[in-house]
């Protein structure tokens, strides 16, 4: 979508406008106190021009886009689910080879410590053992590697410096009255402003 010159040219006229006149108004008395009030409805006053502009380039966007998510949404969620319970079907099965190789790994450990086989034996036979950590297959492969993560095992030995506040629940709760330490409720003077 291109925007129309004559637009281009009003938006912008009307921005660096507001920005010219905000960097050079002085406020020393009651009259220059006035024409600042003025112009400050003003520079609001474009500003609602400015956005009520955009909304109306982008509202027709914002709409198809959300037709195509909402459109999608059901079929990306069912591949999701699918891929993670195929994905876990397979991580279990792989999980329960690895425990047989193991055990049968074991087994030829002890035969080695019992002086049954020789090392080179032992190590000929676990070769053929151990469980492969990449499926190849016509359409690509599918590997399996061990990766770190982490469990929360008790939430109240983690130290302090791991927690975020909730500023929205601290501001709501500060200014409902709740006392709560290391915070305290202000006062501070904002402009407010009604276009006529």
Not at 30 to 53: C, T
Not at 83 to 95: D, H, M, P, R, T
Not at 123 to 138: D, F, G, H, M, P
């Amino acid at each position: 979508m291109e925007i129309a010159k004559e637009v281009q040219a009003l938006i912008k006229r009307q921005a660096e406008g507001a920005d010219k006149v905000a960097k050079e108004i002085i406020i020393k008395n009651q009259n220059d106190f006035e024409k600042a009030s003025e112009l400050f409805l003003k520079v609001k006053q474009a500003g609602k021009y400015i956005a009520s502009e955009k909304e109306k380039m982008t509202r027709g966007l914002l709409d198809s886009l959300a037709n195509i998510r909402s459109f999608f949404k059901p079929y990306e969620i069912m591949q999701s689910n699918a891929e993670k319970e195929v994905g876990s079907k397979i991580l279990a099965y792989q999980l329960e080879e690895e425990k047989k190789s193991q055990i049968k790994i074991d087994a030829v450990v002890e035969k080695v410590e019992k002086g049954q086989i020789t090392f080179e034996q032992a190590n000929e036979k676990i070769e053929t053992l151990e469980v492969a950590k990449t499926v190849e297959v016509n359409t690509g492969a599918v590997q399996f590697k061990t990766v770190r993560d982490y469990e929360i095992i008790d939430e109240k030995l983690i130290p302090k410096k791991y927690w975020v506040l909730d500023l929205v629940k601290l501001r709501k709760d500060a200014l409902d009255g709740v006392e709560i330490p290391g915070v305290k409720v202000v006062e501070k003077k904002i402009i407010n402003s009604k276009l006529n």
